[in-house]
């Protein structure tokens, strides 16, 4: 079954830095690129930016530059995001998603991962 | 690109025919454009691509049609899981923009 398996919450104090990893089942990782997605509490889909999964090439939207990285492990088939730095405003959950091959829509979903920095 | 949804509640009754819209601030791709639903507590999911072409399992009752600025998702006759925040999308030009939601609740 083709799916996505975030890593678990995380609380970290401001300062630290996380990383969100996103493992792909069903499915080899450097076939699809990868999108990352942050929806703070109460609020809608803001796009972070993608990975390209055969290059490793990765594009950071406005907003996304200098502490967040996205990265691949293509041994364990698995996308991350590092954030580092974390401040209150990154208190969020974080979502990979699928860049389908053939049509570029977002067609899997990862299930989430809330990243909450407090002190 | 920026993506206005209207409106940003609907209430409808289980049965009941759902028309949510989203304008684009400048003309978009057909091929890129994208509708989206989000359960309470769940991550988003993929119903529309293209305009109008459903995502793997999702249901005939939801249609999205449209083109250039104007797009619209109908849900012909709403079921009790239908009840969530639906978000547009374009992904043709950089950035990928969503529209704000609109939420589908029970009247």
């Known amino acids: 079954q083709v799916q996505l398996v975030q890593s678990g919450s995380e609380l970290k104090k401001p300062g630290a830095s996380v990383k969100v990893s996103c493992k792909a089942y069903?499915?080899?990782?450097?076939?699809?690129?990868m999108n990352w997605v942050r929806q703070a509490p109460g609020q809608g889909l803001e796009w972070m930016g993608w990975?390209?999964?055969?290059?490793?090439?990765?594009v950071y939207a406005e907003g996304f530059t200098g502490r967040f990285v996205f990265s691949l492990d293509t041994a364990v088939n698995t996308a991350i995001l590092e954030i580092s730095s974390l401040k209150a405003e990154d208190t969020a959950v974080y979502y990979c998603?699928?860049?389908?091959?053939?049509?570029?829509?977002?067609?899997?979903w990862g299930q989430g991962t809330m990243v909450t920095v407090s002190s | 690109i920026v993506l206005t949804q209207s409106p940003g509640t609907l209430s409808l009754s289980p049965g009941e025919r759902a028309t949510l819209s989203c304008r684009a601030s400048?003309?978009?791709?057909?091929?890129?454009f994208a509708w989206c639903q989000q359960r309470p507590g769940q991550a988003p999911r993929l119903l529309i691509y293209?305009?109008?072409t459903r995502a793997t399992g999702v249901p005939d009752r939801f249609r999205g049609s449209g083109s250039g600025t104007d797009f619209t998702l109908t849900i012909s006759r709403l079921e009790p899981e239908d009840f969530a925040v639906y978000y547009c999308?374009?992904?043709?030009?950089?950035?990928?923009?969503f529209g704000q939601g609109t939420r589908l609740e029970i009247k």
């Open positions: 998603a699928r860049k389908n091959i053939v049509s570029d829509a977002f067609d899997i």
């Open positions: 400048q003309s978009v791709n057909n091929n890129n």
């Open positions: 990975i390209s999964t055969n290059t490793g090439n990765p």
């Open positions: 069903g499915y080899g990782l450097t076939s699809y690129g």
């Open positions: 999308q374009q992904y043709g030009i950089s950035p990928v923009t």
């Open positions: 293209g305009t109008s």
